[in-house]
C-alpha cells in the first residue's frame, strides 16, 4: 500500500491563495499609493500574466508531477545546471519573501501594539519571533502545517471579501487620484507597479511543490493553480478600487495598515480593529504556506544530488528539518539586517520584495519556455494536426508569460536586479562543489545525460 497523501484539492488551494493573499494586497497599497490610479492598471496588467504563469504551471504538473515545482520542471527541460540555479533562486525568494511578509504582519501588529512601530528593533523581534513560532509548526509535519492553512484562509478572507464587495457602496470617485502623480514617464512608472504588484501573486505555483504530498497531482495540482490564481486576481482588483475611492491618497501613502484604515472610514472603529486581525492572520497563513515550501525545494534539489545531502534528509513525520531550519536562519539574518538601520516599515518592506520578486521571476522565465521544449523533445509532436495545434495554444500562453517576466525583472530596477544577481551568483561555487563530490563518488560516469534521460522518460510516462 501506497503512502498516503497529505494534500487535496481545498488544502492546495489554500495553499495557493494563503500564500498570494498575504503582505501582498495588505500592505502594497501603501508603497503604491506614489503611482496613483495607474495601480489599477498596473495590477490588472500583472493578474493577466500571472494568469498566464498559472496556466504554464498547470499544464507542466500535469506533465511533470513531482516534488519541486519550478525547479523539477526546469531539471527536465534543461538540465542540472539550470535546475541548479533555479532551485537556488527559488530558494532565495521563498525565505526572503517570508521576511517580507514577517515584516507586513508587524505593521498591522501595530494598530494594537503601537510600540513595534515607533521601536523599530523591538518591531524586528517581533517578526523573528513570529518566523521561529511557524519554523516549530512546520517542524511536526506536512499535514499540521497544510490543516493550520486551510484554517488562516478562510479567517482571512471574510474581511477582505466583506471591503472588496459592499465597500462599492462608499466609493467616491472623486477620492481616487490623479492617474500618474509619481512624476515618471507613463512606461516607466507602469513596469515598476507590474514588479511591485507581482509580489501580490507570488506563490501561484505553490501547489506544484509539494508534488509528492498531493492526492492525484496531475489533476489535483492544476486545478488548484488556475482557480486560485483567478479568485486572487478578481478579489485583487476589486479591493483595490475600493481602497483608492475611500481613503486620501496623502493618508494612503502613509498607513502601516491600509485596508484598516479604509474599514474605520466604511464602518467605523470596530471594524479598523477588525480587518486588522484579518490582516495579522493572512500574513501569518502565508508565512505558514512559505515555511512549509522552504524545506521543500532544496529538499527536491538534495535528491538530485545537486544541493548538499543534508537537505534531503527527513525526520519521521517526513519533513525537511535541515532546509527547514538554515532557511529561517537566513530570514532571521535578513530582518536583523534590515531592522538595524534607519529604514521604515513600508522602505523595508519594498526592498524586501522587490528582491524576492526578481528571485522568483528567473525560475518563472525558464518555467514559461519548458513546456515548449519539452514538446520540441518529444517525437512525433508535430506529426499531425492535433498536435500542432495544442503546441500554437502552449506557444501563445508561454511566450506571453515569458515576456510579462521579463517586463517586471526590468521594472524592479537597477539596484534590484544588481543584488539579486550578486545572490543568485554565489550558488555557482556550491554547484562546483556539488559536482566535484559526484565525480568522486563517481569515477566512471555514463557517456549520456542522464538528467535529459530523465526529463524525457518522464516526459513520456506522464504526457497525454
Known amino acids: 500500500m501506497g503512502k498516503q497523501k497529505s494534500l487535496g484539492l481545498v488544502a492546495c488551494m489554500a495553499l495557493v491563495v494563503g500564500n498570494m493573499v498575504g503582505s501582498g494586497i495588505f500592505l502594497l497599497p501603501a508603497t ?74 508587524v505593521g498591522y501588529l501595530t494598530v494594537f501594539f503601537p510600540i513595534l512601530g515607533e521601536e523599530v528593533r523591538l518591531g524586528g523581534l517581533a517578526a523573528i519571533a513570529t518566523v521561529w513560532l511557524l519554523t516549530l509548526v512546520n517542524l511536526k509535519g506536512v499535514k499540521q502545517a497544510g490543516l493550520l492553512q486551510i484554517f488562516t484562509t478562510v479567517l482571512k478572507l471574510a474581511p477582505l471579501v466583506l471591503i472588496a464587495t459592499l465597500g462599492f457602496f462608499w466609493v467616491e470617485f472623486e477620492n481616487f487620484p490623479s492617474f500618474n502623480p509619481s512624476g515618471l514617464p507613463t512606461y516607466s512608472a507602469l513596469s515598476v507597479v507590474a514588479a511591485l504588484t507581482l509580489w501580490s501573486f507570488i506563490g501561484l505555483e505553490s501547489a506544484t511543490v509539494p508534488a509528492g504530498e498531493v492526492e492525484d497531482p496531475t489533476r489535483t495540482i492544476p486545478q488548484a493553480t488556475v482557480l486560485g490564481t483567478i479568485f486572487v486576481a478578481l478579489l485583487y482588483i476589486a479591493a483595490m478600487t475600493v481602497l483608492l475611492g475611500t481613503v486620501p491618497a496623502d493618508r494612503l501613502a502613509g498607513s502601516s495598515a491600509p485596508f484598516a484604515d479604509a474599514a474605520r472610514l466604511l464602518f467605523g472603529n470596530w471594524a479598523y480593529y477588525a480587518v486588522a486581525v484579518g490582516a495579522v492572520v493572512s500574513s501569518f497563513g502565508t508565512m505558514n504556506g512559505f515555511t512549509l515550501l522552504q524545506g521543500q525545494v532544496p529538499m527536491a534539489a538534495a535528491k538530485d544530488r545537486l544541493f548538499p545531502a543534508r537537505f534531503a534528509r527527513q525526520s519521521r513525520q517526513g519533513v525537511p528539518v535541515f532546509g527547514t531550519v538554515i532557511s529561517s536562519v537566513l530570514m532571521t539574518v535578513l530582518l536583523l539586517f534590515n531592522y538595524s538601520g534607519s529604514k521604515g516599515l513600508v522602505e523595508i518592506f519594498e526592498f524586501i520584495i522587490l528582491l524576492a520578486t526578481l528571485t522568483t521571476l528567473v525560475p518563472y522565465i525558464f518555467c514559461a519556455l519548458v513546456d515548449l521544449l519539452l514538446f520540441s523533445k518529444q517525437g512525433g509532436a508535430f506529426s499531425d494536426q492535433q498536435h500542432r495545434t495544442r503546441f500554437i495554444k502552449s506557444s501563445i500562453i508561454s511566450i506571453a508569460a515569458f515576456v510579462y517576466s521579463l517586463w517586471a525583472i526590468y521594472g524592479s530596477g537597477a539596484e534590484t536586479v544588481f543584488y539579486g544577481f550578486l545572490l543568485l551568483l554565489l550558488g555557482i561555487p556550491v554547484y562546483v562543489w556539488m559536482q566535484r563530490e559526484q565525480r568522486s563518488d563517481q569515477p566512471n560516469p555514463p557517456a549520456t545525460n542522464p538528467t535529459q534521460q530523465k526529463g524525457l522518460g518522464l516526459l513520456n510516462d506522464k504526457a497525454t
Open 32 to 105: 503604491l499609493a506614489p503611482y496613483g490610479s495607474l495601480a489599477l492598471l498596473g495590477w490588472s496588467l500583472t493578474a493577466l500574466g500571472s494568469i498566464c504563469l498559472a496556466l504554464v504551471f498547470g499544464r507542466l504538473a500535469r506533465k511533470i508531477p513531482k516534488v519541486g515545482g519550478p525547479y523539477a520542471y526546469t531539471y527536465a527541460g534543461f538540465g542540472d545546471f539550470a535546475a541548479f540555479w533555479i532551485a537556488w533562486g527559488y530558494w532565495i525568494a521563498i525565505w526572503a519573501g517570508n521576511a517580507a511578509v514577517a515584516v507586513a504582519l
